[in-house]
T-cell receptor
Framework: GAVVSQHPSRVICKSGTSVKIECRSL??????MFWYRQFPKQSLMLMATSNEGSKATYEQGVEKDKFLINHASLTLSTLTVTSAHPEDSSFYIC???????????FGQGTRLTVV | SQQGEEDPQALSIQEGENATMNCSYK?????LQWYRQNSGRGLVHLIL?????REKHSGRLRVTLDTSKKSSSLLITASRAADTASYFCATSIDYKLSFGAGTTVTVRA
């Protein structure tokens, strides 16, 4: 199957700083990537859809100024958590699909801890 | 928002036994997918079943889909310790995947 690589896998940052998470599709081009957030022992909640060359589409309740998404190329999307606070601590996961409406390939996830 | 609900929330079985988990959803779908997540990792796709299919197999996995009841089940046969993970159903509507709450499966050696 296709490979989606997410980096870093773990990050600890101080409150008020920004953190950037990268998501790369290694062997296919992804015009669309998805960013999810997962709390412990809970399901994945879609945060936003990242579109190459255009603005991301955010789900209701997700602050676009706090979670900045950039999809500058067909293989890279980034999520920047700005002015992070402890309540932003979570597991963030990206995914991409070859073709809309088929299986999704997920990155390894990023465990963000804000102290 | 979450579309699917899964039950049970947790399941503990002996190695070699079968594990069955169910997923219910609310709206019409294009397809339904099952994923596995090992602790602290990303998700791995297991199987996709389209809305016009009723049953699908892949190795030790069997998935059924009943669109009239808006439900699906995942059966893992002859379970192994390596099957210990969380399992999620996901419904595909337009281009988005909406995930269920998940079932945590523990396989005891």
């Amino acid at each position: 199957g296709a490979v989606v690589s997410q980096h870093p896998s773990r990050v600890i940052c101080k409150s008020g700083t920004s953190v950037k998470i990268e998501c790369r599709s290694l062997d296919f081009q992804a015009t669309t990537m998805f960013w999810y957030r997962q709390f412990p022992k809970q399901s994945l909640m879609l945060m936003a859809t990242s579109n190459e060359g255009s603005k991301a589409t955010y789900e209701q309740g997700v602050e676009k100024d706090k979670f900045l998404i950039n999809h500058a190329s067909l293989t890279l999307s980034t999520l920047t958590v700005t002015s992070a606070h402890p309540e932003d601590s979570s597991f963030y996961i990206c995914s991409a699909r070859y073709v809309i409406d088929t299986e999704a390939f997920f990155g390894q996830g990023t465990r963000l801890t804000v102290v | 928002s979450q579309q699917g609900e899964e039950d049970p929330q947790a399941l503990s079985i002996q190695e070699g036994e079968n594990a069955t988990m169910n997923c219910s959803y609310k709206t019409s779908i294009n397809n339904l997918q099952w994923y596995r997540q090992n602790s602290g990792r990303g998700l791995v796709h297991l199987i996709l079943i389209r809305s016009n299919e009723r049953e699908k197999h892949s190795g030790r996995l069997r998935v059924t889909l009943d669109t009239s009841k808006k439900s699906s089940s995942l059966l893992i046969t002859a379970s192994r310790a390596a099957d210990t993970a969380s399992y999620f159903c996901a419904t595909s509507i337009d281009y988005k995947l909406s995930f269920g709450a998940g079932t945590t499966v523990t396989v005891r050696a």
